[in-house]
């Protein structure tokens, strides 16, 4: 057999059973890196909440997380939403949809850490530090990858059939 495709399942023709394994292939990593974006920010949102609670939403007393990450409930609830769409898409096969719209939010997460540093937390009621600022640059870094390693296979398919 070296290296061909197993053959359809019964009642599939061969092209779709090619089509499905193709469109899989490469998920993998973009997977993995997903996952491990669900991870981090799971993580943050439960040590989060059990450091500060369900307390009020809004501008709170500064605390960090592992003395570094700024959290406060609303934080919470964002790390905490990210997480849970990313451990869906990364379960489900999602990763390369998540990447784009993850990667816009970080961005703007990016965005407002800064100018909230900059203009000294005046109206920050998220407590981002600029570990938080960090590791939302990260994670958009991740998400272009994602987002690079589901073009190149793009471009593997197309070069493949053209």
Same mark, same amino acid.
């Given at each position: 057999?070296?290296?061909?495709?197993?053959?359809?399942?019964?009642?599939?023709?061969?092209?779709?059973?090619?089509?499905?394994?193709?469109?899989?292939?490469?998920? @993998?990593?973009?997977?993995? #890196?997903? $996952? %491990?974006? /669900? !991870?981090?920010?799971?993580?943050? *949102?439960?040590?989060? &909440?059990v450091t500060v609670?369900?307390?009020?939403?809004?501008?709170?007393?500064?605390?960090?997380?592992?003395?570094?990450?700024?959290?406060?409930?609303?934080?919470?609830?964002?790390? @905490?939403?990210?997480?849970? #769409?990313? $451990? %869906?898409? /990364? !379960?489900?096969?999602?990763?390369? *949809?998540?990447?784009? &719209?993850?990667?816009?939010?970080?961005?703007?997460?990016?965005?407002?850490?800064?100018?909230?540093?900059?203009?000294?937390?005046?109206?920050?009621?998220?407590?981002?530090?600029?570990?938080?600022?960090?590791?939302?640059?990260?994670?958009?870094? /991740?998400?272009?990858?994602?987002?690079?390693?589901?073009?190149?296979?793009?471009?593997?398919?197309a070069d493949r059939?053209?």
């Open positions: 057999m070296g290296g061909g495709l197993a053959p359809a399942p019964p009642g599939m023709p061969r092209g779709m059973a090619e089509s499905k394994v193709r469109s899989r292939a490469g998920t @993998g990593p973009a997977r993995a #890196v997903v $996952l %491990v974006l /669900a !991870l981090v920010y799971l993580v943050l *949102a439960v040590g989060g &909440v609670g369900w307390g009020s939403f809004g501008w709170e007393d500064p605390v960090t997380l592992f003395g570094v990450f700024g959290i406060s409930t609303l934080a919470n609830i964002l790390h @905490g939403f990210i997480g849970v #769409v990313a $451990l %869906v898409a /990364a !379960l489900r096969g999602g990763a390369y *949809a998540f990447a784009p &719209v993850a990667g816009i939010a970080f961005t703007a997460m990016s965005a407002f850490g800064i100018a909230a540093k900059v203009f000294r937390d005046e109206g920050d009621p998220l407590n981002l530090t600029w570990w938080n600022v960090a590791l939302y640059l990260c994670s958009l870094v /991740a998400c272009v990858v994602v987002y690079g390693l589901r073009v190149r296979l793009s471009r593997r398919t059939h053209g």
